[in-house]
């Protein structure tokens, strides 16, 4: 899982895949049909283009139904999908592909996205679970990667100085509490940390770093204290070539363990979604049979 400090996440992604073969052939025979995923995209978005192809992917080999709806690019086009799919039966579990069409507002739509499909965590109903640390909470399968990885590679997490660098709301925000939850000291720097000159600052205390904002070589290589333990979930393109936040050539040399972009957390994200798509239909199956 780790050549040298560099962290594979294809390995890390393959061990959770192997386990989760099994669980949902039983899974779908219990169920009578195949499981069935469906993705969401207004517009036409090629930055995630290879997010929902590697759903496709994983989700054939491990026998589920991946199903893509095209909507237009409007507010209501969104919706009337999002009820659809809602009321459809067959329908398990559903992901909303963004980011979306100017104009359309996402958290309208996600309000309308009961708990019992949202493979994401990003639904009123996790969002709630994941503050106050409810049983059977989803939470979001980027946070929860990053966690993966750190566990899968014995990171003492507990008390730890951790700086996440993007307070998105589907990666640094819900990281920031699953962090708090595990006893580390935790702090969350922004756009306006970089604008009043922090950020270096932040950055050189961290023990554990994360970052997740989407713009290339923001985390210089210098800045890395020795033996912080990187993850990088910034995806970011420079020309033809895809990259991270950090400046990895740079921060490799300083780190303790680093994720590569690609090949880091990406596998270990659509892995853990399809453990989320698992664990919202058994617990459907549970409560039915109670």
């Known amino acids: 899982m780790v050549e040298g400090n560099v962290i594979k996440g294809k390995a890390i992604a393959e061990s959770i895949v192997s386990s989760l073969l099994n669980r949902f052939d039983a899974l779908m025979q219990e169920l009578g049909r195949p499981v069935v995923l469906l993705g969401i995209e207004s517009g ?37 999908a999002v009820q659809m ?36 965590g990003v639904s009123p109903g996790n969002v709630f679970g994941m503050f106050f640390h409810q049983e059977g909470t989803i939470f979001p399968p980027t946070a929860r990667a ?39 000291t935790v702090s969350v ?4 940390t970089s604008e009043r000159g922090d950020l270096l600052r932040y ?24 033996g912080t333990v990187v993850v990088d979930v910034g995806i970011n393109f420079v020309g033809n070539r895809m990259v991270g936040d950090v400046e990895f050539d740079t921060a490799k040399d300083k780190a303790k363990l680093i994720t590569p972009v690609p090949g880091g957390v990406g596998p270990v994200t659509t892995a853990i979604l399809m453990e989320n798509l698992y664990l919202l239909v058994k617990e459907r199956l549970n409560v039915r049979g109670r």
């Open 146 to 184: 990053v966690l993966r990885i750190l566990d899968e590679l014995g990171v003492n997490i507990k008390g730890a100085r951790v700086v996440i660098v993007g307070e998105g709301a589907v990666v640094g925000r819900p990281l920031a509490i699953m962090f708090l939850q595990r006893g580390a």
């Open 44 to 80: 036409i978005n090629p930055d995630s283009r290879a997010y929902i192809r590697s759903q496709q992917s994983l989700a054939a080999r491990l026998g589920i139904e991946y199903r893509h709806r095209q909507v237009g690019p409007y507010q209501k086009d969104l919706e009337d």
């Open 189 to 192: 720097c922004h756009l306006p």
């Open 85 to 120: 799919a809602v009321r459809d039966p067959s329908v398990d579990g559903i992901i909303l592909h963004t980011p979306f069409p100017e104009g359309v507002d996402v958290f309208n739509a996600l309000r309308l996205l009961p708990q019992e499909k949202d493979v994401e």
């Open 203 to 226: 950055v050189s205390q961290a023990e554990i770093l994360v970052s997740a904002v989407g713009k290339a070589g923001l985390i210089k290589g210098e800045w890395i204290k020795e």
